[in-house]
């Protein structure tokens, strides 16, 4: 699987806090702009995806505010690998403005340039998106499923009896994996079993990505 079809199951969170300040001050032609926004992002919870405050009063007008939210929402999509952000808590804590030569591009610029510096700070990292698979098969078979799952990262529970010589567990297996997973015990087994997965969050993944982005992101020269 190439990195970009395995970016569908990957996300980037942060590991520390991390603030970040945008400004910009630049003529253009006659006209001159000017936009200045500091950000702070935390982690959050596994699974609150993002949770965004406003604490810069009016310190940014109200009628930039959606600009300001526009940048940082795309620097969260871009991530600092390239990669979509997740679980964390963002703040837009102060900036200011000029009453002439403030407009909402100059906001949105700033806000992204804010947001990009606070997550390089926090120290990015790599999540990888995880399923639950509960397999049951012959109970011949249990060894063979268990180094499955290892080869693939995953992690298995003792296998259970069940009727007729079966035996049931559940593993916890880097989703991009199971497709993969499936087909080896279904071909081990000659079909002789059940497995059923759902989704189950994400974890950091501490393994290289194809590509050169690892589980611990280097921040980049921008």
Known sequence: MTREQNKIFLRETVQGPGSGEGKIVR?????REYAHVRVGIRPAERGRGVVMAWDAGPSIPAHFANSVLVG??????????GLEVTDVNVTVEDGSYHDVDSNEEAFREAAHAAMLQAMQQA???VLEA??????????????VAELAVGR???????AVPKENGFKALAANVPSVAVSELIAELLGATGGNMTISS?????????DPMEGGAGGVIGARRR
């Open 152 to 158: 693939r990262g995953g992690e298995a529970t003792p």
């Open 130 to 143: 995880m399923s639950l698979v509960m397999i049951t098969l012959p109970a011949s078979q249990v060894e």
């Open 198 to 206: 759902r989704a189950n969050g994400y974890r950091q993944r501490m």
């Open 27 to 31: 003529q253009s032609g006659a006209r």
């Open 72 to 81: 940082i929402q795309d620097a969260l999509t871009a991530g600092a690998a």
């Open 123 to 125: 120290g990015p990292i």
